[in-house]
């Protein structure tokens, strides 16, 4: 009983944090629901109908990621006026790409718009909260239409995958995703990369992974759990704008768009990888990162 015990306990420990944000999330959802319900609004989930309710949704986050992770947001002036596609690494759950969106939001009243996995949208009782804070499947379609509007689109290309897989080495797991950089040339609008140091410190999956590597590619379902959710120090940078060229021709685009989509996918991907190495102890550690929070001096 004594073995048992300890065992649940050491289970309960591990996964508190990562249960507990869930509950948040899905918390943030029912209030949303509640706001709709009381002020009987039926308006457009993006418009400034909701500026309310994602101000008090985005204030909840960012108190949470400022008490648990001393959470920094550096290269805001980074972002364009008008529209762009935000390229980030995809940490094992992204709860610093929420802490990102929270302050964004209280800092400038912009949205991001969000490219989400189709998984996420099978998850029940989260539809109000999608929608309010712009996570879409992120079709080609949607994406243009939404930096048309002018808004800023991020997007993982590692997406599920590098959550999973990746680990403190923090490689990028992109394979031939240049999908990003298609809808950036196609719409004219700058790729801006961005990364969330020690984000694999603050949470991981296990590290064996062959059987859940064949699960995932077999069915694209994420059945690794993560664990951990210690209050290390997570700082996210925003890096200098990719530009798009605007003297290239739509001759010159039609005949070199796989050079181009590569060049601006492998521009990005270096880009983040700088950041990276910047920016980030390799391999992480836990202990570095849990340091940092009482190391006053930017990274």
Known sequence: ??????????????????????????????????????????????????????????????IYARIWHGYELHGVENLPEGPGILVYYHGAIPIDYLYFLSRLFLWKKRLCLSVADHFVFRLPGLKLLLEVTGVMPGTREECLIALKNGHLVSISPGGVREALFSDESYQLMWGNRKGFAQVALDAKVPIIPMYTQNVREGYRMFKERRFFRQLYESTRLPFTPPYGGLPVKFRTYIGEPIPYDPNITTEELVEKVCKGIFLFSFQTKTAIQALISKHQTIPGSIWKALLERFDKRRK
């Open 1 to 62: 009983m004594v073995i048992v015990s300890l065992t649940m306990s050491a289970i309960l420990v591990v996964f508190i944090v990562p249960l507990t944000i869930l509950f948040f999330i899905y918390l943030s959802n029912i209030l949303l629901l509640i706001y709709q319900r009381k002020s009987e609004v039926k308006a457009d989930p993006l418009s400034e109908v909701w500026d309310s309710a994602r101000k008090t949704i985005a204030s909840f986050w960012d």
